[in-house]
């Protein structure tokens, strides 16, 4: 997510948790007045930094888009220059508030180091930066459908005790105060009164219980790989839960106003690539499934799950997942026309050994992407991303996209592409492409 | 283990000698143990018909193919010596048109990619596999019987075994394990070690850990036939445990490996790549130096996987310069140091 997008987002949250009552009215002048004027409202050490942070991310994605063309040599000395000039940004975005993660995860990516030791730096990022969430945020819970809970009391009590403040205008931001030690008492005592299946709703109220985070994952957290919890699924779990969880526009708004939870779903994302890209398809999987549960969080890790799931043949998962995105994600347009699909469904039915649906798929690849066909058979250089998917700027961006995520995939299945370029269809549309706009 | 070409000769040789002398009981020893040494001697004495010829020159083509060409040290050496194994095949096939070993290895060897071959292995193998099963069906006598068992099974067997080489090397891991259990299915005592692919076919789809051991528990007959854990079975886990960030699973596998085979440090480090049999798996020592370099080579599409691939691809990085590679390799250049040392101390005298 733009840093531009959310920013804003995270100025109105901090104004409100510090001034009470503001009416709808208010809160819309509120806005107006963020837009116009932010820097009257980076009063906090945390926004200073992530002005920093958004600062230096703009500068460095602004910085390759200019140099991309120019010559192998001048290219990367000039991407040193620029990773420099940002890098003591970030410095300083992580000196001003030692909690900026996502001045910490930019820093582990323009480091450069091979792709294990920048996952492997990523994954411990990720956990403490998870952490830090548990502590910060007491709705937030990974078991939840979107990650938050319900306000307090509809946590505590089940049903009947909600408050009818209106939480959405709030972030749940943990508080130390004689308020916490209460609501940690009538906690403990709501776990109890549950039953085992429901100890995962009760969340930390403040650093000294993070024992309790986030419930059912804690053991596993110890394992190798993070894990975890997933929403409940038998019907009782659920009934009973139901009125716990954050409505979706409630959680969008709680995501989107939070920069650690960003960060942290950056990460995840961040995780899902680099397991793309090295050859750990299940692990690219688990972590799009997350990013799939977010809300008001924009991403296309269906994407990342079309390829994962071609990568490992499951027919089934796949146009599963084309079903379910069609469904949550209605924004991206029909999946069937998605760039992703499309070459994942050729790779998919290729490795299958299913000859005519392949052919089919190949040439539809061809007729239906913008570029794709010639990204295939002539790849071009992609940025690395910083930490995300960038916006799509040209009307070939998205193919090239998921050219450049597939490229470990199609390597791994030899004469797929020139199995594809054999297609006249697929030679003429490179061809088009190439012609109308100007690639050599 | 794997298929032994001469072996393989001068079986069906010596059992059509029995069927000619009427020799019955089949166990008969002597009679066995003279024929094989005619055999030795010289082959020629053995073959009567066009069929046995046929199969002479396969193996023969077998030999120079997957035993001497791969080992040429100039190029042009070896494509003289592969046109010599093609003249040997296109005989074998006049002679035996039904000698399917002979037609599949001129597939291999003038197929242009791995598509064209996994194409035509795929078509005919439902053909290749009627008329090995009809064979018992048409045994009118002990011999017959004997051969239909199992070295009339074998063209069917090595035809399976090459699509899940072969469908594997391409990508397509389903059909590389269906072809493996299609093999499994015609002799659970697998003697091409067809379940080795399994193995890479499962972890490359990354099944996990509990699929490798149910794969395994499945096949115990075949599996428990190798001395120890085969490395396959290893480095399908090692690059299972490697996928899951599970990375001291991986090392203490590794260190199994290492500990198991000799030398095993340099076969991970050089992780050298040799072309697939195109007979059948080559013959190699069960447990030896060999047998783990076979393996690594095979295993390449596991190594060779991912950004940076092939040279840098994480896997094989994370092996070639693991402590435990990297500590065995420095051992072995102490003691070819000291190994100069000695001869030149004796050298000198």
């Given at each position: 997510m733009d840093p531009k997008a959310y920013l804003p987002r995270v100025l109105e949250a901090e104004y409100l948790a510090a001034h009470d009552g503001l009416t709808d009215k208010a809160r819309a002048l509120l806005r107006d007045e963020i837009a116009a004027h932010p820097d009257r409202y980076m009063l906090t050490r945390r926004a200073k930094a992530l002005a920093r942070y958004a600062e230096a991310h703009r500068m460095v994605l602004a910085g390759l888009n200019r140099i991309v063309d120019l010559p192998d040599e001048e290219f990367n000395a000039r991407r040193i220059a620029l990773f420099a000039r940002a890098g003591s940004l970030l410095a300083e975005a992580i000196k001003l508030d030692p909690g900026c993660q996502e001045a910490k995860l930019l820093r582990l990516l323009l480091a450069e180091t091979d792709a294990d030791t920048c996952l492997h730096d990523v994954l411990l990022l990720e956990q403490e930066t998870l952490e830090m969430v548990r502590r910060r945020y007491l709705r937030f819970d990974e078991g939840a459908p979107h990650f938050w809970l319900a306000e307090e009391g509809a946590r505590r009590?089940?049903?009947?005790?909600?408050?009818?403040?209106?939480?959405?205008?709030r972030p749940a931001v943990a508080v130390s105060d004689g308020k916490a030690a209460d609501d940690k008492a009538a906690d403990e005592k709501a776990v109890d009164d549950k039953t085992a299946g429901e100890k995962s709703v009760a969340a930390p109220t403040?650093?000294?219980?993070?024992?309790?985070?986030?419930?059912?994952p804690r053991a596993e957290r110890e394992a190798d790989l993070p894990a975890y919890a997933v929403p409940p699924t038998s019907f009782a779990q659920a009934a009973l839960r139901r009125v716990s969880y954050a409505s979706e526009e409630e959680a969008a708004w709680l995501t989107t106003s939070s920069p650690e939870v960003i960060a942290w779903l950056h990460m995840v994302e961040t995780v899902s690539f680099l397991a793309l890209s090295t050859g750990r398809y299940q692990a690219a999987v688990r972590y799009a499934r997350l990013i799939m549960r977010t809300a008001g969080y924009p991403h296309r890790a269906e994407g990342t799950l079309f390829l994962a799931h071609a990568r490992l043949e499951d027919e089934k998962a796949f146009f599963e997942t084309a079903r379910e995105a069609n469904e949550l994600l209605?924004?991206?347009?029909?999946?069937?026309?998605s760039p992703w699909f499309l070459l994942g469904r050729a790779l998919l039915f290729y490795k299958l050994g299913k000859d005519r649906p392949a052919q089919r798929a190949i040439k539809d690849f061809a007729a239906r992407t913008t570029g794709g066909a010639f990204f295939l058979v002539a790849p071009v250089y992609h940025t690395p991303y910083l930490p995300v998917r960038p916006e799509p700027r040209h009307p070939w961006s998205l193919a090239h996209q998921a050219v450049y995520e597939a490229d470990g995939i199609i390597l791994d299945t030899p004469d797929f592409a020139q199995w594809a370029e054999g297609f006249p269809e697929v030679r003429a549309a490179a061809n088009a492409f190439q012609d109308k706009y100007g690639f050599e | 283990m794997a298929f032994d070409p001469i072996q393989e000769d001068c079986l069906r040789l010596v059992l059509r000698a029995m069927q000619r002398d009427r020799?019955?009981?089949?166990?008969?020893q002597a009679y066995i143990e003279a024929a094989m040494e005619r055999f030795t001697a010289d082959p020629n004495q053995l073959i009567r018909t066009d069929r046995d010829r046929s199969f002479h020159l396969t193996a023969r083509a077998t030999e120079i193919v997957d035993y001497r060409a791969p080992f040429m040290s100039s190029d042009s050496a070896a494509e003289s010596a592969l046109d010599q194994a093609e003249d040997l095949l296109s005989e074998a096939r006049e002679l035996d048109p039904a000698n399917r070993d002979a037609e599949r290895m001129l597939a291999a060897l003038r197929s242009e990619t791995d598509d064209e071959y996994v194409r035509f292995l795929i078509d005919g193998q439902d053909q290749v596999l009627a008329e090995c099963r009809g064979l018992a069906d048409a045994a009118a006598d002990p011999y017959d019987r004997e051969f239909a068992a199992d070295l009339g099974l074998r063209p069917a067997l090595r035809w399976l075994n090459a699509l899940a080489a072969r469908t594997l090397i391409s990508g397509r891991y389903r059909m590389a394990l269906d072809a493996v259990e299609r093999s499994l299915e015609l002799a659970p005592d697998d003697p091409g070690d067809c379940r080795f692919t399994g193995m890479l076919a499962l972890a490359k789809l990354e099944r996990g850990q509990d699929a490798l051991e149910r794969f395994y528990d499945d096949h115990a007959q075949a599996f428990l036939?190798?001395?120890?854990?085969d490395p396959w079975t290893l480095l399908a886990r090692i690059a299972t445990a490697y996928k899951e960030f599970a990375f001291d699973e991986a090392t203490r596998l590794l260190q199994h490996l290492i500990d198991r085979y000799p030398r095993a440090e340099r076969a991970l480090y050089y992780q050298a790549e040799f072309p697939d049999g195109?007979?059948?798996?080559v013959h190699v020592e069960p447990g030896s130096e060999d047998e783990l370099i076979l393996a690594v080579s095979e295993a390449t599409v596991l190594l060779q996987e991912g950004l940076g691939a092939p040279e840098n691809a994480p896997l094989a990085v994370w092996l070639a310069t693991h402590p435990l590679v990297q500590q065995g390799m420095g051992a072995f250049a102490d003691a070819v140091r000291a190994d100069e040392a000695r001869t030149g101390l004796e050298g000198d005298n």
């Open positions: 009590g089940g049903m009947g005790t909600s408050r009818t403040a209106k939480v959405s205008g403040s650093d000294i219980a993070p024992q309790a985070a986030g419930g059912q209605p924004q991206h347009g029909r999946q069937e026309d | 020799v019955y009981p089949l166990e008969n036939a190798h001395p120890g854990i195109v007979y059948a798996r």
